[in-house]
């Protein structure tokens, strides 16, 4: 390093980079390795970045994943492996879902390590193997270094975050103690994305050629709205698309409409004229969406999720664009990014404009939820309290919700708001939505965070309640409280919930597993530790009381404990339960299900 050059510490190093980057969020548990780190953030009263403390590494990591779906890169901190270990499912669930997050992991200093090495020393939180914490997360982060002196650390850390600007992807910085302070140069250069930064002749044009003529083939067309829309901020583009496609090549009185999926649910405000429902996608549904002469067009979609089995959909009916690169039937064009895609199809209409090609568009259809509860306006259930709670949400709320039965049992819920539905519907942790309402609530502060979770997921996360008092948060959480984990015992044996249930020889495959009972805990009252207002009930009249309640404190944080019976699903379940085969229901003459073994 020259001795006029400008200097910095590290820390202040990454720090500069972080403000760079538009980051104005953290998360994480404090520990003594990245204190050089936090306290330089301190330091400086006019940062953007706010440090917000978590009651676990695992909250933390589930917050900064849902702000960084909304808002854009956010960083965690965390101490060396016993803090990381807990962030490993979170920093995976990113990784697959394709969210930004930058996380930060300090470290024994280097005189430590050596003392470990050659004297045999174990200190606390470490294993004895120096590269355990990098090796955990390689595999699931587009980027990670571990950094152990001052020169390295700029290269090192332009390195990580470049990769996260071009892949959208996780990336991991392990930092030992003694680097923080130490001095290096100070940023020569903006960062910016690695895309196109190759010799790569893309296919966007062949992909949309051979798109628009498929679809002129097959005039019956419908859009599959998918998450990398959402991802990559190319909503606007896609109802641009729409917008040239309906307003001149459609036949007199049709639409080409749009429908998106659990993954990519409210990408579109879905009160959008021309959004026509949120569909599992599994190849039944597409049959019945697009028939034998019409044609599904995914945009940014993927095709994820073995228990749905849409990862069977390609045929010579569908077009599938996301992940660079777009299949047109059985045809495939790679290197093509999404946007470029997008308007490459613009052009092609925009070409045939004046050329007489009409399609005709398809109308799907979407079973009614309102149908399903007008037998028993009383009665709570799965389908009673989302056709309840759609006429509570606006587009100031936005809804979070977790994994399992109440994932399956929100898609036929309308939400008004773009981006006002946040679901990891793809990694599937359960107790994911309850610290993701605080990464929301942080990107959205003036919007409201919904969150449904049934309770054996909210047992995993309930102290995310504690962060959103302390926040100041004004979250509602509704726990679907049906005392068992119902998607689990669904998938290993769904007997238990099929009305009648069939007789099996064995009674065991009649009722819930006794490993899927839940211990009974009293919802309502966690607050009374946590803060806020705990609330339960056991009926719709008591549900709409207290959404009435909620309405009228709007700077509280409730918790809502929602009754339902044991065996009460979803509609979608309860329609496909009698056919189905557990993949343990021995006695099913269909076992073991063809699909899955």
């Known amino acids: 390093m020259l001795d006029n050059q400008p200097t910095c510490t590290v820390a202040e190093y990454l720090k500069l980079r972080l403000e760079e980057l538009k980051v104005q969020q953290m998360f994480g548990v404090a520990g003594n390795y990245t204190a050089a780190l936090l306290d330089t953030i301190l330091a400086d009263p006019s940062t953007p970045i706010k440090i917000s403390g ?24 965390v101490t060396y492996s016993v803090g990381a270990f807990t962030m490993l499912n979170t920093i995976a669930g990113s990784y697959v879902e394709q969210v930004p997050v930058i996380l930060v992991n300090g470290a024994p200093t280097n005189k430590e390590d050596q003392t470990s090495k050659h004297a045999g020393l174990l200190y ?62 100070v940023p020569s250069r903006a960062l910016a994305s690695g895309k196109g930064a190759n010799l790569t002749v893309s296919e966007a044009q062949s992909a949309a050629k051979a798109t628009v003529k ?37 036949l007199p009185d049709k639409h080409v409409n749009f429908v998106t999926s659990a993954m990519s649910k409210s990408v579109i405000s879905e009160e959008h004229k021309w959004f026509k429902g949120c569909f599992t996608m599994s190849p039944s549904e597409i049959d019945s969406l697009i028939g034998e002469d019409g044609v599904l067009v995914g945009m940014g979609t993927w095709t994820t999720g073995k228990d749905t089995s849409n990862q069977d959909i390609k045929s010579d009916r569908t077009i599938i664009a996301a992940q660079n690169g777009v299949y047109v039937g059985a045809y495939f064009y790679p290197s093509v990014t999404l946007d470029d895609y997008i308007q490459c199809l613009a052009d092609e209409f925009s070409k045939i404009r004046d050329k007489g090609h ?14 399903t509860v007008a037998q028993s306006a009383s ?23 977790d994994a399992g039965f109440p994932l399956i049992g929100a898609q036929s819920m309308k939400v008004p708001a773009q981006n006002g539905f946040v679901a990891q519907a793809s990694w599937l942790s359960i107790g994911y939505s309850v610290p993701a309402a605080l990464g929301v609530k942080c990107a959205f502060p003036d919007k409201r965070a ?4 049934g309770d054996g997921a909210f047992h995993e996360t309930c102290q995310a309640v504690a962060d959103q008092h ?82 009228s404190q709007e700077q509280t944080n409730f918790v809502v404990e929602v009754c339902i019976p044991k065996t009460d699903t979803p509609r979608t379940i309860t329609l496909e339960a009698d056919t189905a085969v ?16």
């Not at 067309?221 to 901020?233: K, N, P, Y």
């Not at 309290?385 to 919700?401: A, M, P, R």
């Not at 509704?478 to 669904?490: D, K, L, P, S």
């Not at 557990?582 to 073994?597: L, R």
């Open 54 to 77: 978590n009651a676990n590494e695992i909250c933390a990591g589930f917050a900064a994943d849902a702000y960084a779906r909304l808002n854009g890169p956010c960083a965690l901190y």
């Open 450 to 453: 919904m969150v449904v979770v």
């Open 470 to 551: 302390a926040y100041g948060h004004n979250t509602v959480v509704f726990v679907i409280a049906n005392g068992i984990y119902g998607i689990e015992q669904y998938l290993v044996n769904p007997n238990p919930f099929r009305d009648p249930k069939v007789d099996y020889e064995d009674p065991l495959l009649d009722n819930v597993y006794a490993y899927n009972d839940l211990p009974s805990w009293n919802i309502s009252k966690i607050t009374e530790a946590f803060g806020g207002e705990g609330r339960k009930v056991s009926n719709i009249h008591e549900l709409l009381a207290v959404m009435e309640e909620i309405r």
């Open 124 to 185: 606390s939180h470490t294993t004895g193997y120096e590269f355990v914490d990098i090796h955990m997360f390689k595999p699931i982060t587009v980027a990670s270094e571990r950094i152990t002196n001052a020169t390295q650390a700029p290269y090192q850390i332009d390195s990580v975050l470049t990769a996260m600007l071009t892949e959208q992807r996780p990336v991991y910085l392990e930092v030992t103690e003694d680097v923080w302070r130490s001095h290096c140069a």
């Open 379 to 401: 009665n709570l259930g799965y389908d009673s309290f989302y056709h309840t709670l759609e006429q509570f949400i606006t587009e100031d709320d936005v809804v979070i919700v």
């Open 582 to 597: 557990g993949e343990d229901e021995i006695e099913n003459p269909n076992w073991p299900p063809a699909n899955k073994f």
């Open 358 to 371: 009409r399609l005709q568009g398809l109308v799907p259809y979407l079973p009614s939820l309102k149908n």
């Open 214 to 250: 498929l679809m002129l083939e097959r005039p019956k067309s419908i859009f599959w709205a998918g998450v990398e829309l959402q991802r990559f901020g190319l909503q606007e583009q896609f109802l641009s698309l729409l917008e040239e496609i309906n307003s001149h090549h459609i």
